[in-house]
């Protein structure tokens, strides 16, 4: 098991553990996954999944609740600027705290999905070559979906 990262309210969040879990779902689909991903300005995207040269997916780790707010803004202008047009952001807090960033992100038409550390196995088995071919899954710019996980 990798390291925890929690919060003061006991919430917890095994970084490595859902890496590893991720890279190897999308190795399973046929898709490359690429941790602490460096986009052209700098920052890192914790996960990127691509296709190819196809960026079809961002997925952020998130642990703190106390800096989520601005956390989760700093994630959607990474994965927008870095040309992704879907977010995942993993955490045990839910969008309750998301607010307008989520409102924003819509503007910038980038998908965001805030998933639970349990919810990340389900929607990586969602995501396969042949629904992101025909419009469906991760990379359907018209899905809107902000779940909670």
């Known amino acids: 098991m ?4 929690g919060s003061a309210e006991g919430f917890k969040i095994k970084v490595k553990t859902l890496t590893r879990e991720i890279i190897a779902s999308a190795e399973e689909l046929g898709l490359s996954a690429i941790p602490e991903y460096r986009t052209p300005d ?6 990127a999944i691509l296709k190819g040269e196809k960026k079809l997916l961002a997925i952020e780790l998130e642990a703190s609740f106390k800096w989520f707010p ?3 803004l700093y994630d959607v202008v990474k994965a927008h600027r870095a040309g992704f047009s879907e977010l995942w952001v993993v955490t045990p807090f839910g969008n309750s705290k998301a607010g307008w960033i989520l409102k924003y992100a819509g503007e910038l038409n980038l998908a965001v999905k805030i998933l ?5 196995g389900k929607e990586m088995a969602a995501l396969s070559p042949t629904s992101s071919e025909r419009g469906e899954g991760c990379s359907d710019p018209s899905r809107r ?3 909670q996980g």
Not at 42 to 47: E, K, P, Y
Not at 116 to 120: A, H, T
Request: with cysteine.
């Open 2 to 5: 990798g390291p925890s990262c």
């Open 70 to 72: 601005q956390r989760l």
């Open 116 to 120: 639970s550390p349990e919810g990340v």
């Open 42 to 47: 700098g920052t890192r995207i914790d996960v």
């Open 145 to 147: 979906a902000f779940s």
